[in-house]
């Protein structure tokens, strides 16, 4: 498999069409919605318990404890960058809560995703709605294969997974 950017990546097609097979991209920004709370779930819950534990440790040790609570912020940036590169980046190419939801992401072409491009995925999703503001949540709305902006940046593209695009096929 070709890395993407090099010259012979030029010569294929995009994978997924909208017009030719929109089975892929029906419903996919409502899942995606539903995939990120999941996932945000997924990263808080360790987080969460981890401040608890940090929280009873501060009050045995009379206020010692407490300055744990300091690396709960590295912790947290690891634990998500973690999570990400080897869900996403792994061979479903899905997190589990894209896995919940039957969506996966793909590079352009069809390709599924590496670690470095899931992560790069993920922090350039945070970067862009934090400088941009929320409103570049509204860039899907605005092309066919509902790609975000980071998705647009980075040559990816979330669509349904096989099973439920068969299964959309057979009703189109």
Do not use: Q
Request: include cysteine; charged fraction near 15%; aromatic fraction near 12%.
């Amino acid at each position: 498999m070709a890395a993407y950017g090099r010259a012979d990546d030029a010569d294929k097609p995009y994978a997924y069409d909208p017009r030719i097979h929109p089975e892929y991209f029906r419903g996919v920004l409502g899942r995606r919605f539903l995939a990120f709370l999941i996932d945000l779930v997924i990263i808080c819950a360790p987080i969460g318990f981890a401040a608890v534990v940090i929280f009873v440790l501060g009050l045995v040790t009379l206020g010692v404890g407490w300055f744990l609570f300091g690396l709960l912020s590295p912790a947290f940036l690891l634990w998500a960058l973690i999570y990400t590169g080897l869900t996403l980046g792994g061979p479903r190419s899905a997190t589990v809560g894209m896995r919940a939801v039957d969506i996966e992401m793909r590079l352009w072409y069809g390709a599924p995703m590496y670690s470095l491009l899931a992560v790069m995925s993920v922090v350039l999703y945070w970067v862009s709605v934090s400088v941009l503001t929320p409103l570049v949540l509204l860039v899907p709305l605005f092309n066919g294969r509902r790609r975000m902006l980071h998705d647009l940046l980075l040559g990816t593209v979330v669509v349904n997974g096989e099973a439920r695009a068969a299964a959309l096929r057979r009703y189109r």
